[in-house]
């Protein structure tokens, strides 16, 4: 959690995120039909590791949201 809200990936993977997000709220939301092995949200953003090995990150980019690489992937 962070700041009255959290994120989290359920066991099917898809993303889940809760409680207070102020006005950003879903605004966008996850990019659809994609799965998650851990979602972690931020200030006004969340981000996530796909199943696939790649990041996508979501919400409010000007309030300290990390920019994600095109190339980077998990090991």
């Not at 099917?12 to 949200?41: F, I, K, M, S």
Request: aromatic content about 10%; some cysteine; overall charge negative.
């Amino acid at each position: 959690t962070y700041h009255g809200h959290g994120c989290g990936a359920r066991p099917d993977g898809t993303p889940v995120c809760w409680g207070d997000w102020g006005n950003w709220q879903g605004n966008p939301g996850p990019p659809a039909n994609t799965l998650y092995r851990q979602v972690e949200a931020g200030a006004a953003h969340a981000c996530g590791l796909q199943q696939d090995g790649l990041v996508s990150c979501w919400g409010l980019t000007q309030v300290n949201m990390m920019v994600v690489p095109a190339d980077f992937a998990a090991p």
